[in-house]
């Protein structure tokens, strides 16, 4: 699985992650350049980039043309044939129907998964609260997956905030470390969760948390690095 932690520290480009609204979606609507994550994120993240995915889908074609030379103004002028092989590699094989999308995981177990995420993202959100210090304001965790449902669930969580300025924030290095370690692990897994949102069609999570409501408990056992007060999921 491949999540990225998304920052304005964790992208060569912190420019393109300005914004006038929040949440924030950035698939398919900014181009952003990870920093770090090595050469499978990178080429993940790509391998969004819908162009690049109609080359690959179109690419029988350019070798059919350098196979047979004498064919190859016909293949060339073939748009028809061309659209229908990019339609089925968009629709067929990188996507699921609708119809098969209510099979993948039950109503039950996708509510549980959304409520799994609710519970992890205040509890997150609350030890994020007390390690800034923050006792006003809103902060937002935004989970946001691919669409692309047969390959690796690509997953981007930030933090964002309409207080003052709209806007993704800055993470210290042990705020990041924080959000990996807890919100997904082997028991909720971003596979999970991608199963869900391809199940309702939905890609984009926000858990809204109101920095007034932190227990002084919960910012103790934050600051300690000790273990968040328990709540039973909504």
Known sequence: MIAFILSPETVWNPKALETGSVPRKVLHRIAFLPKGGG???????????EPLRYFIALSPFVVA???WRDLALPISQAPVAMIIV??????????VSAEKRKTLMDEDEAARALDTLNFRARRVLTK????????????MLVVEQSELAHITPLT???????????????LAP??????????FDSE???????????????????????????????RLAALL??????????
């Open 188 to 218: 909720f897994t971003e596979r999970m969760l991608h199963k869900a949102n391809l199940r309702e069609d939905l890609f984009l999570r926000s858990v809204s948390f109101d920095t007034r409501g932190g227990s002084s408990h919960a």
């Open 174 to 183: 042990e705020e990041r470390d924080l959000i990996s370690a807890e919100l």
């Open 65 to 67: 043309m350098f196979i």
């Open 128 to 139: 994020l609260a007390a390690l800034r210090g923050q006792t006003s304001g809103e902060l």
């Open 39 to 49: 050469a499978a994120l990178a080429a993940r993240v790509i391998f969004e980039n």
């Open 156 to 170: 981007l969580v930030s933090v964002q905030t309409r207080e003052g300025k709209p806007r993704i924030l800055p």
């Open 225 to 234: 690095d000790g273990p968040a007060p328990q709540e039973a999921p909504a």
């Open 86 to 95: 990019i339609g089925f590699f968009e629709m067929k094989v990188l996507r």
